[in-house]
């Protein structure tokens, strides 16, 4: 059972600041849920960039270790294969050697690798219940190949080489694109999870250290992701630094000087009290999807489409109905541009 007692992992906020992994208590629960029963279909965990995906999936690994369910959790971005994977020796063992048969780019080869492992051993895993994580699987796959690579995962758990096993496979995106991919097949369960809640980000405000601005408005900007009170809290809390940041990072002042010719500014003006409008210009909508800048929400009524709440509805803080800005900042950077467009 996770109760708020549950060990925690330990995660570098910033150079010198360690935090402890806060709040989250009702995703473990269910990703736990889950992973005690085996789940027919992969499970695609997709949310804004920087909600804390990653570092929910590296809580549950602890979760699952000390529950004594073995997991295989494979990070696509990172270029040690040590560091790479997690697994029980024997697992990871097997990870390694196939891997190390295969050319080219250590996460791509990763991703296949867990399935085709576990397909291989099997019945040689102690655990009655196996979950394998794949962390941004199709950033390593390629889009291209993100169907296929959800079918392989599929076949896993619809013909397994031994029956008695209960398997979860988990895989993560913050991309729109790969999300409609995944969705256009059915060969998976898509499930959201949002950025922290009101009172989850504020449990991890307050472990950073004074001076800082109120609460309130740490909350009014990041909106609840973590990547970005990050980004914030790095710049000496300098709201206008931090804007700049996205704005330019991101090339923004092109990207929407673009939008802003092909599609006009009414709409996306409208958009900024109300982002379900922008739904208006389908082609408008794709573009800033593609740009990371909105995300779509699931029916907030389906709530097995849910890890953990969905965000109420929120029209200052850029979420709406069945569309949101990734974040009050992001919404804000735009909100920014076109005020300077004339
Ligand atoms: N529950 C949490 N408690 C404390 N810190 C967190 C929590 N969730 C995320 N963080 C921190 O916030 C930052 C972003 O989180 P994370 O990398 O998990 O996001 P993500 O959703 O995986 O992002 P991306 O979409 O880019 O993969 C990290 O520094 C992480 O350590
Ligand atoms: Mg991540």
Redesign the pocket.
Same mark, same amino acid.
């Given at each position: 059972m996770v109760s708020a007692e549950f060990k925690r992992i330990k !995660?570098? *906020?910033a150079p010198r600041t360690v935090?402890? *992994?806060?709040? @989250?208590i009702e995703e473990l629960k269910k990703l736990l849920n889950l992973a005690r029963r085996g789940h027919a279909f992969p499970v695609v965990v997709f =949310?804004?960039? =920087?909600? =804390?995906?990653?570092? !929910?999936l590296k809580q549950l690994v602890l979760l699952l270790k000390e529950e004594g369910i073995e997991v295989v959790y494979v990070d696509t971005l990172e270029e040690n294969i040590d560091r790479a994977i997690l697994a029980s020796p024997e697992l990871k063992e097997a990870l390694v050697s196939l891997s190390e048969a295969v050319m080219g780019p250590l996460g791509k080869t990763l991703a296949y690798a867990a399935i085709a492992v576990v397909s291989k051993i099997l019945s040689k895993v102690k655990s009655e219940n196996l979950v394998i994580i794949v962390?941004?699987v199709f950033q390593a796959v390629g889009l291209d190949n993100a169907a296929i690579y959800i079918k392989k995962a599929l076949n896993l758990l619809e013909y397994p080489p031994d029956l008695r096993k209960r398997i979860l496979i988990i895989l993560?995106t913050?991309e729109g694109i790969s999300r409609k991919e995944v969705a256009r097949h059915g060969w998976a369960d898509i499930k959201e999870i949002w950025n $922290?809640s009101f009172t =989850?980000l504020k449990e $991890?405000y307050d472990q950073l250290p004074e001076p800082k601005p109120d609460y309130s408005q740490v909350w009014r900007i990041t909106g609840g992701n973590? @990547?970005i009170?990050?980004q914030y809290y790095i710049r000496d809390w300098s709201v206008e630094n931090l804007i700049k940041w996205l704005i330019v990072e991101r090339g923004l002042e092109t990207e929407i000087a673009k939008i802003v010719k092909e599609h006009g500014k009414t709409l996306l003006i409208e958009g900024l009290e109300d982002p379900d409008l922008l739904l208006n210009d389908y082609q408008l909508y794709l573009k800033l999807e593609k740009l990371n800048l909105i995300v779509d929400l699931h029916d907030r009524s389906y709530s097995e489409g849910w890890i953990g709440a969905p965000p109420p509805k929120n029209p200052e803080l850029g979420v709406g109905n069945k569309i949101a800005w990734q974040t009050p900042l992001h919404k804000e950077a735009v909100q920014k541009i076109i005020q300077q467009i004339a």
């Open positions: !995660l570098i *906020f935090v402890t *992994f806060s709040n @989250r =949310g804004p960039e =920087g909600c =804390g995906k990653t570092a !929910l962390d941004e993560t913050s $922290l =989850g $991890l973590p @990547r009170l990050k």
